[in-house]
């Protein structure tokens, strides 16, 4: 039997973490020959709340789940994870300024980094969500120099799922059917969806999604909008921002991270830019990569047309101010 791998949850006693900690349990994440030791972080404020969490996963006797720590101490929770899925951060709340939500998070993302340098497993793999997912990476990334940056990632899986969810929908196919979409730069609004090398597999073979859908305008427009608006549309709906959707793209993320993508098939990963496309070195920017042996690869020599390059450089602006806004909450 394989040992177990320790996977660490932070925010966990929160909306996403709630969905989470059971599709991990379940094998979802990690495969369903894969036991797992569940590491969940939250704050005081949340003791109790982490605490019936723990209580419920006890309850669902998951076959695969071999130990539980549920704590508000940073280092107990950092100590010998092999996964650390960081959901837990500040929300911006109504009248509050960007700059200082986006101190809260910095301070928290420091914290967390140094704890993780210094207790996690060795090679451990990271994945942000909480917002700002880009910026707190990067953040992580910075005050854990020992981490390899290769290891730090941010989520816009739920982003790519999004495309490939609305492209299903207009075309009528399945969504297993679609591949190789991207979402290129910032999990915010002015992340660009695209689909100009997405293909659908038909019943005469493989077809270039751009000539299925035969309606650029609507490609350019109307699609690349509802997936950068869906998170928004979600809380208008549901009174609460997305969670099991989250949830369930995160596992998508690290099981394709560590367990490979299929060949000819490639998904969106936020991670440390090497200056591909010409993205400025130096940001944690959403790629199209593709997974072997646990590394992830950006996927080099697609075309960009003049349209593209436009959205690429608007995301990457955005995320180098949003990096000088952490920076200058550091001084
Ligand atoms: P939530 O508010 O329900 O849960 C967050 C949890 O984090 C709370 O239990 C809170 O106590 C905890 N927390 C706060 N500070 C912490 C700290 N320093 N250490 C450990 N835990 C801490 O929020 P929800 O809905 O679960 O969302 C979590 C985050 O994920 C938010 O930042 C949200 O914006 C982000 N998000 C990102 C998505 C993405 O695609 N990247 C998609 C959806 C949400």
């Known amino acids: 039997a394989k040992d177990p791998v320790r996977v660490l949850v932070t925010g966990a006693a929160g909306q996403i973490g709630y969905a989470l900690v059971p599709m991990i349990a379940r094998g979802v994440m990690l495969g369903s020959d894969q036991p797992v030791i569940l ?18 996963l006890v309850d669902a006797a998951f076959p695969l789940l071999k130990g539980v720590v549920a ?14 899925v960081m959901v837990g951060g500040f929300p911006r709340k109504e009248g509050m300024e960007r700059k200082d939500v986006m101190s809260k998070n910095v301070s928290i993302y420091k914290s967390q980094a140094s704890a993780l340098e210094s207790h996690a497993a060795p090679n451990c793999k990271v994945l942000v969500v909480a917002n700002p997912a880009n910026t707190n990476a990067l953040i992580l990334k910075e005050f854990a120099p020992s981490i390899p940056a290769k290891n730090i990632t941010c989520l816009t899986r739920l982003d790519h799922n999004r495309a490939l969810g609305q492209i299903s929908e207009r075309l009528n196919v399945q969504v297993s059917d679609i591949k190789n979409v991207i979402i290129w730069g910032n999990h915010s609004s002015t992340q660009y969806p695209d689909v100009s090398h997405a293909t659908v597999k038909t019943s005469s073979g493989e077809k270039s999604a751009r000539e299925l859908v ?31 959707s989250a949830a369930s793209s995160a596992c998508d993320h690290i099981r394709d991270w560590v367990l490979g993508t299929p060949e000819g ?27 072997k042996d646990g590394e992830w690869t950006i996927v080099q020599g697609l075309s960009i047309d003049e349209f593209s390059r436009k959205k690429l ?7 180098t101010e949003e990096k000088a806004l952490a920076y200058s909450c550091l001084s």
């Open 39 to 56: 590491h969940m972080l939250d704050i005081p404020p949340a003791a109790e709340a982490l605490n019936g969490v723990k209580m419920e």
């Open 71 to 84: 704590t508000t101490d940073v280092v107990e929770a950092c100590t010998g994870v092999n996964i650390a």
């Open 214 to 244: 035969s309606d650029d305008e609507w490609l350019k427009g109307e699609f690349i909008t509802i997936v950068q608006q869906r998170g928004a549309a979600i809380i208008k709906a549901r009174k609460l921002s997305s969670a099991l």
């Open 265 to 291: 098939t490639w998904v969106s990963m936020g991670v440390y830019s090497d200056g591909s496309y010409n993205v400025p070195a130096g940001l944690i920017y959403s790629f199209p990569v593709t997974c």
């Open 313 to 319: 450089d608007a995301t990457a602006e955005e995320l």
